[in-house]
């Protein structure tokens, strides 16, 4: 018979909506060893090819019954820079859970949290890094997202100079800037950063590269190949009436705001922010469930998801609608909104939107929204956050010469990750449009190869 799951614990709905500390206590060694021992040890591990990056899952796990914490993380490092934060934040259920044998009876292992686990172990134990002399080229990378520093990790591991370059004051892209601290504590976030430091990489922040410096400028201080990865970050907007009152707040300028600019914590800090006692946050993906939350924890009443198809359709992690659920967020599905409502005074007195239904599957393998003639309904809200999707950013694109894109704006790569400017790679969101950490990740190691092939090539002067 196989064995039920070693739920994680997590803290009360109640006791948590009221701060911005870890949701998610993580396992107990005990509970870490119960679930560990449910892994098959698969001779051909499906788990490790639904990974982006290739996590030797049942290796990890191995060590880890062994409780040989130190071999597992090592076997985790192989492939996965980063494992304290995709222990936490990946869609496992998508990818690596989804491919173990277990999953058929729904009883797949938790691999995230047993890698959230090992690597949370790997920080209190304070485990010995082996640094690669830096012998080779200067490889510059423009941001410092997951792709970017999944890209740098990698190639100081094969022996190169690697600077990364960020625009902002802080590291790690959205890791820092969007996702907040109750879902992915930024301690966690410094020490993966310390790691890669540790590696030899150095950082520069304020640093936007186009602007501050430019490609040019940067190859004349000698570096011999470069990695883009500058994100998705601008803001969609809806295109309806009323988006220009205040209270509309985008998702990305709201979650700034909170987690980068530390608003949870006016007026010890000083970002002021306006939180509505009624909020509606349109869309359904992973930075509208980290909107409704947040606005939850920062004193609103009332907090809405407003997303125009179903509940099947959601694309956020499941565990983050559950626990979004579990919090009180209120969803409004087959809901799409039209117009944003004034109170005569230029603020946000309530949203009107119109009822869908779902039709045929359109090219993206997602049921089609439609509206359902004259039927409307009225949320009274004082405050509306747009996540309905962000577009790459534009800063390094524009001024960076010669740098193709598409359609969307988004760069052009080879099946090498290779631009349109010889040495010039890019991935992450800001080739595929905005993704997951995971895959983000998986960019930038794929860049972080063919970039050690290029400068190769380059070395034997082909
Ligand atoms: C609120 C929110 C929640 C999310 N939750 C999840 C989740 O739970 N799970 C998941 O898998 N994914 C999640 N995602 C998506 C995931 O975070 C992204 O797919 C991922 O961060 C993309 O990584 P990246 O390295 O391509 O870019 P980013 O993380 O966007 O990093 C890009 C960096 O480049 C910098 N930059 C831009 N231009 C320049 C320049 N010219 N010079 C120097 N620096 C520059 C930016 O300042 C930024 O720091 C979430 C996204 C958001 C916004």
């Given at each position: 018979?196989?064995?039920?799951?070693?739920?994680?614990?997590?803290?009360?709905?109640?006791?948590?909506?009221?701060?911005?500390?870890?949701?998610?206590?993580?396992?107990?060694?005990?509970?870490?060893?119960?679930?560990?021992?449910?892994?098959?040890?698969?001779?051909?591990?499906?788990?490790?090819?639904?990974?982006?990056?290739?996590?030797p899952?049942?290796?990890?796990?191995?060590?880890?019954?062994?409780?040989?914490?130190?071999?597992?993380?090592?076997i985790?490092?192989?492939?996965?820079?980063?494992?304290?934060?995709?222990?936490?934040?990946?869609?496992?259920?998508?990818q690596?859970?989804?491919?173990?044998v277990?999953?058929?009876?729904?009883?797949?292992?938790s691999?995230?949290?047993?890698?959230?686990?090992?690597?949370?172990?790997?920080?209190?134990?304070?485990?010995?890094?082996?640094p690669?002399?830096?012998?080779?080229?200067?490889?510059?990378?423009?941001?410092?997202?997951?792709?970017?520093?999944?890209?740098?990790?990698?190639?100081?591991?094969?022996?190169?100079?690697?600077?990364?370059?960020?625009?902002?004051?802080?590291?790690?892209?959205?890791?820092?800037?969007?996702?907040?601290?109750?879902?992915?504590?930024?301690?966690i976030?410094?020490?993966?950063?310390?790691?890669?430091?540790?590696?030899?990489?150095?950082?520069?922040?304020?640093?936007?590269?186009?602007?501050?410096?430019?490609?040019?400028d940067?190859?004349?201080?000698?570096?011999k190949?470069?990695?883009?990865?500058?994100?998705?970050?601008?803001?969609?907007?809806?295109?309806?009436?009323?988006?220009?009152?205040?209270?509309?707040?985008?998702?990305?300028?709201?979650?700034?705001?909170?987690?980068?600019?530390?608003?949870?914590?006016?007026?010890?800090?000083?970002?002021?922010?306006?939180?509505?006692?009624?909020?509606?946050?349109?869309?359904?993906?992973?930075?509208?469930?980290?909107?409704?939350?947040?606005?939850?924890?920062?004193g609103?009443?009332?907090?809405?998801?407003?997303?125009?198809?179903?509940?099947?359709?959601?694309?956020?992690?499941?565990?983050?609608?559950?626990?979004?659920?579990?919090?009180?967020?209120?969803?409004?599905?087959?809901?799409?909104?039209?117009?944003?409502?004034?109170?005569?005074?230029?603020?946000?007195?309530?949203l009107?939107?119109?009822?869908?239904?779902?039709?045929?599957?359109?090219?993206?393998?997602r049921?089609?929204?439609?509206?359902?003639?004259?039927?409307?309904?009225?949320?009274?809200?004082?405050?509306?956050?747009?996540?309905?999707?962000?577009?790459?950013?534009?800063?390094?694109?524009?001024?960076i010469?010669?740098?193709?894109?598409?359609?969307?704006?988004?760069?052009?790569?080879?099946?090498?990750?290779?631009?349109?400017?010889?040495?010039?790679?890019?991935?992450?969101?800001?080739?595929?449009?905005?993704?997951?950490?995971?895959?983000?990740?998986?960019?930038?190691?794929?860049?972080?190869?063919?970039?050690?092939?290029?400068?190769?090539?380059l070395?034997?002067?082909?």
């Amino acid at each position: 018979m196989i064995s039920s799951k070693n739920t994680m614990p997590k803290r009360a709905p109640k006791e948590r909506v009221k701060d911005f500390q870890e949701v998610a206590l993580g396992y107990t060694k005990e509970q870490a060893l119960a679930e560990a021992n449910r892994c098959l040890n698969c001779k051909i591990p499906k788990c490790v090819e639904g990974c982006p990056v290739e996590t030797p899952i049942p290796r990890f796990i191995q060590a880890l019954k062994k409780g040989d914490y130190q071999t597992a993380s090592y076997i985790i490092k192989e492939k996965n820079s980063l494992p304290a934060i995709c222990g936490r934040v990946c869609p496992q259920e998508v990818q690596c859970e989804m491919n173990c044998v277990l999953a058929k009876k729904g009883l797949a292992v938790s691999i995230g949290a047993l890698e959230r686990f090992i690597a949370d172990q790997e920080r209190e134990l304070n485990l010995e890094v082996k640094p690669k002399t830096p012998t080779k080229e200067k490889v510059a990378i423009i941001g410092s997202g997951p792709a970017s520093l999944s890209a740098a990790a990698d190639l100081a591991l094969y022996g190169y100079r690697v600077t990364v370059f960020e625009a902002l004051h802080e590291l790690g892209g959205v890791l820092r800037y969007g996702i907040p601290e109750f879902r992915l504590p930024k301690a966690i976030v410094d020490s993966e950063i310390q790691y890669l430091e540790k590696l030899g990489i150095e950082f520069k922040t304020n640093i936007i590269v186009g602007v501050t410096e430019s490609l040019a400028d940067l190859k004349e201080q000698g570096y011999k190949a470069f990695f883009i990865g500058a994100g998705a970050g601008l803001p969609t907007f809806l295109g309806i009436p009323g988006e220009n009152l205040n209270g509309v707040y985008s998702a990305n300028e709201f979650l700034t705001r909170v987690n980068l600019m530390k608003a949870y914590k006016f007026p010890e800090v000083d970002t002021p922010i306006f939180v509505g006692e009624k909020v509606a946050v349109i869309g359904a993906g992973n930075v509208a469930m980290d909107s409704a939350r947040t606005a939850l924890r920062l004193g609103s009443k009332e907090v809405h998801i407003v997303y125009r198809r179903s509940k099947e359709e959601i694309p956020a992690r499941l565990e983050e609608v559950s626990n979004a659920e579990e919090e009180g967020v209120i969803f409004n599905l087959l809901t799409n909104p039209v117009e944003i409502i004034s109170d005569g005074n230029f603020k946000v007195n309530g949203l009107r939107c119109q009822k869908m239904k779902l039709g045929e599957v359109d090219s993206q393998g997602r049921k089609k929204a439609l509206p359902i003639s004259g039927e409307y309904i009225f949320l009274e809200v004082d405050m509306v956050i747009i996540a309905i999707g962000q577009g790459p950013n534009p800063l390094a694109i524009r001024n960076i010469p010669g740098l193709k894109t598409d359609k969307k704006g988004l760069i052009k790569t080879d099946s090498r990750g290779q631009t349109s400017l010889p040495g010039v790679f890019s991935g992450g969101d800001i080739v595929t449009g905005a993704a997951t950490v995971i895959k983000a990740m998986g960019a930038g190691k794929e860049a972080a190869k063919a970039i050690d092939e290029y400068l190769q090539e380059l070395r034997e002067g082909n």
